[in-house]
T-cell receptor, first 113, second 113 residues
Framework: GENVEQHPSTLSVQEGDSAVIKCTYS??????FPWYKQELGKGPQLIID?????GEKKDQRIAVTLNKTAKHFSLHITETQPEDSAVYFCAASLDTGGFKTIFGAGTRLFVKA | SAVISQKPSRDICQRGTSLTIQCQVD?????MFWYRQQPGQSLTLIAT?????????ESGFVIDKFPISRPNLTFSTLTVSNMSPEDSSIYLC??????????FGEGSRLTVL
């Protein structure tokens, strides 16, 4: 089955700096790669996603890149703000008529003001 | 999008007892997913609940321990049976947008003494 590895487990940056979180997946058939943000006491919420027919996607300060050959994808947050502090999960999913989503271990991001 | 309500939001239970968690969605969905998030950990899929059929359990999870009901297209329950302290976790209900995105409830935080 699919296995998703995520690094680093903890990331601390200064406000205004960039943050990068990296993930690798094992199942080359996976075709959907979402990123979720989980704030304390809440359920995860999708912040950006990318599909296997796209190499890069950007939404304001957030961007995701995908390298299908190497089976890795990354989240880039620029101009970080204190409200970006949260736990971020990458995930890999395969659409077989019903998505089964496997999550990475998570990265706890601290943005210091 | 989908709005998901879970009850209870948190509970403290005694060892050996059982607790049923309810999940209500504001729209009809084919599949509902139950995840477990142990303290400081990632999300692990317990089972997929389809209306009108038995739930499909992931490796390591069995129906006797985590019975699931899915009486209609907007509601599901997960029971954690014969609880032990190792069952202390956040249990999350989730639905899929149909395009891969998962929507989560706020979670049910369970502490077993």
């Amino acid at each position: 089955g699919e296995n998703v590895e995520q690094h680093p487990s903890t990331l601390s940056v200064q406000e205004g700096d960039s943050a990068v979180i990296k993930c690798t997946y094992s199942d080359s058939a996976s075709n959907y790669f979402p990123w979720y943000k989980q704030e304390l006491g809440k359920g995860p919420q999708l912040i950006i996603d990318i599909r296997s027919n796209v190499g890069e996607k950007k939404d304001q300060r957030i961007a995701v890149t995908l390298n299908k050959t190497a089976k890795h994808f990354s989240l880039h947050i620029t101009e970080t703000q204190p409200e970006d502090s949260a736990v971020y999960f990458c995930a890999a999913s395969l659409d077989t008529g019903g998505f089964k989503t496997i999550f990475g271990a998570g990265t706890r991001l601290f943005v210091k003001a | 999008s989908a709005v998901i309500s879970q009850k209870p939001s948190r509970d403290i239970c005694q060892r050996g007892t059982s607790l049923t968690i309810q999940c209500q969605v504001d729209s009809q969905v084919t599949m509902m997913f139950w995840y477990r998030q142990q303290p400081g950990q990632s999300l692990t899929l317990i089972a997929t609940a389809n209306q009108g059929s038995e739930a499909t359990y992931e490796s390591g999870f069995v129906i006797d321990k985590f019975p699931i009901s899915r009486p209609n297209l907007t509601f599901s329950t997960l029971t954690v049976s014969n609880m032990s302290p190792e069952d202390s976790s956040i249990y999350l209900c989730s639905v899929n947008s149909g395009a891969g995105e998962l929507f989560f409830g706020e979670g049910s935080r369970l502490t077993v003494l």
